[in-house]
């Protein structure tokens, strides 16, 4: 399969000396291949990824010159086949490794701790700084409707996810659902430009100084709940650390609510993903506390 991958880049930019690469098996939507030490090649997996990765790349530039942390710049970019493993962006490789929940605890200095928080919540307040109808008009992107997103989710749990799990957690998923739902969660909300997979994997750091040294993976972007990159933060951190970010954000009173409700599906995402796509593995880690 790398040969196919390294075919394809070296059709397009044959002028590219490609001495040695190696497949990175993170990527649960891309088969990302890093080149020459230095170079992240990222090939959708399926087709409607294409798009996906089309959107990411239209949005990368777009952002650019907005966020101050660093971020992919795709330099190289093939999107004429519209076929896996012949569509692809590439970019130099940001320096860094994944903050994991294990590392962040591993930072024993509180005031280092805090500056993690303080140049993540940067990182977003820059981001969701561009309005919902900004990046409409500019990039042509559809406005999710956030609610409606959540009522379309819950169906598909229902009719897809429910024959795989318990009575008693169906009853609680269904009462969660419903309660958020006939809230007043979604008043007062803005939407904007998020990341939209704002986990540890794609929060890149650099160990020996503490300080964040890249955001990566942006193909869940587009319009939508500012929340929702909070949950992420929670889901990956927990408590505690998500507590000190949104405590930098502004008016973090009015978010709180739907982070918590937003972090609480994700689980679900997961194994609904798995179905979807056929991914055993994805379909296991989402279900297993549902079983």
């Not at 990046?135 to 009522?151: I, T």
């Not at 939407?191 to 160990?207: K, V, Y």
């Not at 992420?232 to 009173?253: D, H, V």
Request: glycine share 6%; hydrophobic share 35%; with cysteine.
């Amino acid at each position: 399969m790398n040969n196919i991958f390294i075919e394809s880049i070296q059709s397009c930019y044959s002028g590219l000396s490609i001495e040695d690469f190696y497949l990175n098996e993170i990527g649960q939507n891309n088969d990302v291949l890093i080149v020459n030490k230095s170079l992240v090649f990222r090939f959708p997996k399926y087709k409607n990824g294409i798009i996906q990765l089309r959107r990411e790349t239209e949005i990368l530039k777009y952002i650019k010159g907005i966020v101050s942390t660093p971020i992919p710049n795709p330099i190289y970019q093939s999107f004429e086949a519209v076929e896996p493993s012949k569509v692809f962006t590439g970019y130099k490789l940001i320096d860094g490794v994944p903050l994991w929940k294990e590392s962040l605890i591993d930072v024993k200095r509180i005031e280092l701790v805090k500056r993690l928080a303080k140049q993540l919540v940067s990182f977003l307040v820059e981001l969701h700084s561009i309005s919902g109808e900004k990046a409409s008009r500019d990039l042509k992107l559809k406005v999710r409707n956030p609610s409606e997103e959540m009522y379309n989710l819950y169906d598909k749990i229902q009719n897809t996810l429910f024959p795989f799990i318990r009575k008693d957690a169906q009853k609680e998923i269904s009462q969660s659902f419903e309660s958020f739902l006939k809230g007043k969660a979604f008043s007062n909300l803005d939407i904007t430009l998020i990341h939209g997979d704002f986990g540890a994997s794609n929060i890149l750091w650099n160990p020996e100084t503490s300080m964040i040294s890249g955001i990566i993976d942006f193909g869940g972007s587009g319009l939508g709940d500012p929340a929702y990159d909070f949950a992420g933060i929670l889901s990956s951190y927990g408590e505690e650390f998500f507590e000190m970010c949104i405590n930098l954000y502004p008016n973090s009173n009015e978010i709180s609510e739907r982070v918590k409700f937003y972090k609480s599906t994700f689980a679900l995402q997961e194994a609904l993903h798995g179905i979807e796509y056929n991914d055993r593995e994805a379909f296991e880690s989402g279900i297993k506390d549902y079983r």
